[in-house]
């Protein structure tokens, strides 16, 4: 079985505590498309102090709490992804200016009129680039225990930044995984 294969849209990556690369230490990373051509995701805890506002202004109100754009990662952190989270009852097959990836969660076009989206959303974050593997790069990582495949939940897209998602995360997989939660961020000040 390959490391990747519970790796799909809508999975979530966490960094195990052995993964100290700045980038996505203590990370956890919305999965958004898996292929065998590479892996496209965001990182869901890293706000930046740029307010949407200030890069988006047409869909700085509609920006779910803090309202910031989020480091979805260290590739291309000029491009602006949006994932919003969808009311009950709407389908992002009939949702135009978005592409769904998996139940509510759908990746939205940030070209389409944030007016007409609003009403139809719950919650929306928006992403200054990605986190992206190629072929074969993530099973690798994932083989080498630097990265645990779990499921999401949708609310963990809009998760406020005060609130420790990659514990939160880790506790909600029962034992062993939840140990892991535990983890001091600098071991020598254990």
């Not at 969808?86 to 139940?103: F, H, K, M």
């Not at 406020?160 to 909600?172: E, F, I, K, N, S």
Request: proline share 9%.
């Amino acid at each position: 079985m390959r490391p990747d294969a519970d790796v799909e849209p809508g999975t979530l990556l966490v960094a195990t505590p052995g993964l100290l690369d700045p980038n996505f230490r203590r990370t956890v990373v919305y999965v958004i498309d898996h292929r065998g051509e590479g892996t496209l995701g965001v990182v869901l805890n890293r706000p930046s102090e740029v307010a949407v506002h200030d890069v988006l202004p047409s869909w700085g109100q509609y920006a779910s709490r803090p309202q910031a754009v989020f480091l979805g990662g260290p590739v291309e952190q000029k491009t602006a992804l949006c994932l919003a989270a969808l009311r009950t009852g709407e389908d992002a097959v009939s949702v135009p200016g978005v592409i769904g990836v998996r139940g509510p969660i759908a990746l939205v076009d940030l070209d389409s009129d944030p007016d007409d989206l609003a009403p139809r959303m719950r919650g929306l974050r928006v992403f200054a680039g990605y986190s992206g593997w190629g072929s074969g790069q993530l099973g690798d990582e994932i083989e080498r225990g630097d990265w645990l495949v779990v499921p999401a939940l949708p609310d963990d897209v809009l998760s406020p930044p005060g609130l420790d998602l990659w514990g939160r995360v880790l506790r909600r997989q029962g034992m062993p995984l939840a140990m892991l939660a535990t983890h001091p961020i600098d071991v020598a000040r254990n």
